[in-house]
């Protein structure tokens, strides 16, 4: 569809983040457009290789993740857009529009944010102030999860999932990963 467009030119496509990369070192582009859910390597770790090697390179990702925390983790590792890949192809060309002259396109989907402002009923949750994101990692590291299964099964990058780690140990004031393990429990997370 984009390649149908007057004002855009495809340059080329890729199946995965492994091979954008390479694609990119030999034709160069203004703008890509990113999914999340990529064999080889996820949008997420794609991303972070893009702006390392690319830092002018604009990012549009595309997805069928609604889920709020995807979109601030993409904008968070310096995507310029995030859309739905049920949006219209004249949404999608008027973010590209927009990205070109330097604006952020991120969808805002205010049902969802409901959903996620409701989410947490227990107070002592809502007061430790645990984001949806957290509650899984901490499900996943009960689960006896690694950190790269952990990244690869949330389509984070590792190092993000260490954050994480690292931010709830503070948060439930647990010394280590046995203490998290006991507070989901306590809290019946899991």
Not at 3 to 29: F, H, M, N, W, Y
Not at 32 to 44: A, E, K, S, Y
Not at 106 to 128: A, G, H, N, P, V
Not at 151 to 156: K, M, V
Request: hydrophobic share 40%.
């Amino acid at each position: 569809m984009l390649s149908r467009q007057p004002d855009i030119q495809v340059v080329g496509t890729a199946a995965d983040g492994k091979q954008l990369l390479e694609l990119l070192t030999v034709i160069p582009c203004d703008l890509v457009t990113l999914d999340l859910n990529m064999p080889h390597l996820n949008g997420i770790d794609t991303l972070v290789h893009l702006k390392s090697a690319f830092p002018a390179l604009k990012v549009l990702v595309l997805s069928n993740y609604e889920q709020a925390e995807f979109k601030r983790e993409v904008e968070r590792l310096g995507a310029d857009g995030y859309l739905l890949k049920n949006s219209s192809i004249t949404v999608v060309v008027d973010a590209i529009q927009r990205i070109e002259q330097g604006e952020q396109v991120f969808f805002e989907d205010k049902e969802q944010q409901e959903k996620e402002k409701d989410y947490f009923t227990d107070d002592f949750l809502r007061k430790l102030a645990l984001t949806r994101r957290e509650v899984d990692i901490i499900r996943c590291i009960a689960r006896e999860m690694t950190t790269k299964e952990i990244a690869d099964s949330l389509f984070i990058s590792e190092h993000t999932v260490m954050t994480h780690r690292k931010n709830l140990l503070r948060k439930v004031d647990a010394k280590n990963v046995a203490g998290l393990v006991k507070f989901a429990s306590e809290q019946g997370l899991i």
